[in-house]
Nanobody, 116 residues
Framework: QVEPVESGGGLVQAGGSLRLSCTAS????????MGWYRRAPGKQLELVAIIMRDGGTSYADSVRGRFTISRDIAKIAGYLQMDSLKPEDTAVYYC??????????WGQGTQVTVSS
């Protein structure tokens, strides 16, 4: 069973940076796509960034140019480098793994708080 675990959240001032990590046991070959989502207080779950098996990436317009998603294909590990953070980036960030059988696996989330 793939169980993603997120880490790296915290409190940072506007303009600062954080790097989120997502890890799980198993082989990276079993994972199709890896994505980061977030839920801000009172808002719906939002796709932040996704990275495909072939390395292709896609970003939400609100984070493009500030956030960078990457993954380690040898193992189940992914990262979200967040730069130039804004107060509106405050949310719980979740890692999602889609395996080759089209099963979704969600982490418990990590809180990111950006102060103004």
């Amino acid at each position: 069973q793939v169980e993603p675990v997120e880490s790296g959240g915290g409190l940072v001032q506007a303009g600062g940076s954080l790097r989120l990590s997502c890890t799980a046991s198993g082989s990276g070959d079993s994972i199709d796509t890896m994505g980061w989502y977030r839920r801000a207080p009172g808002k719906q779950l939002e796709l932040v960034a996704i990275i495909m098996r072939d390395g292709g990436t896609s970003y939400a317009d609100s984070v493009r140019g500030r956030f960078t998603i990457s993954r380690d294909i040898a193992k189940i590990a992914g990262y979200l480098q967040m730069d130039s953070l804004k107060p509106e980036d405050t949310a719980v960030y979740y890692c999602n793994l889609l395996d080759l059988r089209a099963n979704n696996h969600w982490g418990q989330g990590t809180q990111v708080t950006v102060s103004s």
